[in-house]
T-cell receptor, first 113, second 113 residues
């Protein structure tokens, strides 16, 4: 157990639907990162939050949004889902300086049918 | 932007040494990382090296850093079947803040009996 908790582990949904993925960071970590992993694109950085504020944005589609709550857990919202959104979505967390890398959760596997 | 390159596949015989290579274009000077992803799991921090070091050894793992050539390598001695996984190189993103990381696409390590 890495200390980063992601729910749900698996999600199957239809095209056009909206889903919410949840992440609880490791205790004491202020930063949360969201990544998408697919076979063709590899590991793509989506977005980072630090202590409730958006800090960096990567290749995140406009249909996707995220937020970090006062208790530091984060949610990634994916809407108007397309078949190509099927992927593994990882959350990671790090401490204030991030010098010891990220701690990853075990991911949510999203399948859009 | 940052570009981190890795070979997609490496095949070695059990008992031999594996050397996984990574090149990067830009990096701020802090830590550089190797992550391991086993099937169906999240990324696990394997080891890291501080940018003022040339080499770091940790049991069967040796990390070599050539800052001039922007080349990072991971050597696994006496490769075992349990080492079969995807290995990701990650370097600090230039201008990405104190804790931004850019990941390579990952090298699939395949162990032949």
């Amino acid at each position: 157990d890495s200390g980063v908790t992601q729910t749900p582990k698996h999600l199957i949904t239809a095209t056009g639907q909206r889903v919410t993925l949840r992440c609880s960071p490791r205790s004491g970590d202020l930063s949360v990162y969201w990544y998408q992993q697919s076979l063709d694109q590899g590991l793509q950085f989506l977005i980072q939050y630090y202590n409730g504020e958006e800090r960096a944005k990567g290749n995140i589609l406009e249909r996707f949004s995220a937020q970090q709550f006062p208790d530091l857990h984060s949610e990634l919202n994916l809407s108007s889902l397309e078949l190509g959104d099927s992927a593994l979505y990882f959350c990671a967390s790090s401490g204030p300086a991030g010098n010891y890398g990220y701690t990853f959760g075990s991911g949510t596997r999203l399948t859009v049918v | 932007g940052e570009d981190v390159e890795q070979s997609l596949f490496l095949s070695v015989r059990e008992g031999d040494s594996s050397v996984i290579n990574c090149t990067y274009t830009d990096s701020s000077s802090t830590y550089l990382y190797w992550y391991k992803q086993e099937p169906g799991a999240g990324l696990q921090l394997l080891t890291y090296i501080f940018s003022n070091m040339d080499m770091k050894q940790d049991q069967r793992l040796t990390v070599l850093l050539n800052k001039k050539d922007k080349h990072l390598s991971l050597r696994i001695a006496d490769t075992q079947t349990g080492d079969s996984a995807i290995y990701f190189c990650a370097v600090p993103t230039l201008g990405g803040g104190a804790d931004g990381l850019t990941f390579g696409k990952g090298t699939h390590l395949i162990i032949q009996p």
